[in-house]
């Protein structure tokens, strides 16, 4: 017999669901409003032969590996990046006016597209020149060392 865990945070889940899709209806469709894109984080704190550091696991799908800027600011870490709507081109060769036609002309656009920003504060401080950063299927592998 298994015992199955609560889940107490399922039904609100599904109701922010509803609501974001609303939300999207009023302000996005109607307004042009854009909702900000979320970026999810994972930190981890290793300690590791008298090392400290942390390890950050970054969301960062579709993001422009060129655009992405990492900064460090004693306990605070910045992240900026973009993210760009583009075809590949074996689907269709796009103009920047076809471009915009599609934009203003579609059906519906779940994907965020645009600037992103994250601002993460550890709860030590880092040390800026020992960072060690890296892009892979669409996550950002970030390693910092503690001072």
């Known amino acids: 017999m298994s015992v199955e865990k609560e889940k ?4 609100l889940s599904k109701i922010k669901d509803i ?9 996005v469709k109607n ?3 854009k909702r900000e894109y979320k970026v999810e984080t994972d930190i981890f704190f290793i300690n590791e032969n008298g090392k400290e550091y942390f390890i950050l696991i970054i969301s960062l799908p579709g993001a422009n590996k060129n655009s992405i800027d990492i900064s460090i600011e ?3 870490v910045i992240i900026n990046a973009k993210r760009e709507l583009f075809f590949p081109a074996d689907i269709i060769n796009i103009t920047e006016d076809t ?8 059906i519906s656009i779940e994907n965020y597209y645009g600037n992103i ?3 993460i504060r550890l709860p030590k401080k880092v040390k800026k020149k020992e960072e ?10 970030v390693k910092l060392e503690c001072e």
């Open 74 to 76: 004693e306990d605070t």
């Open 117 to 119: 920003y994250r601002k």
């Open 19 to 27: 609501t974001s899709e609303i939300l999207d209806v009023v302000f």
């Open 99 to 106: 471009l915009k036609f599609i934009l203003e002309n579609s």
């Open 132 to 141: 060690k950063a890296l892009y892979l299927k669409g996550l950002l592998f």
């Open 8 to 11: 107490p945070f399922l039904e």
């Open 31 to 33: 307004y042009g409003i």
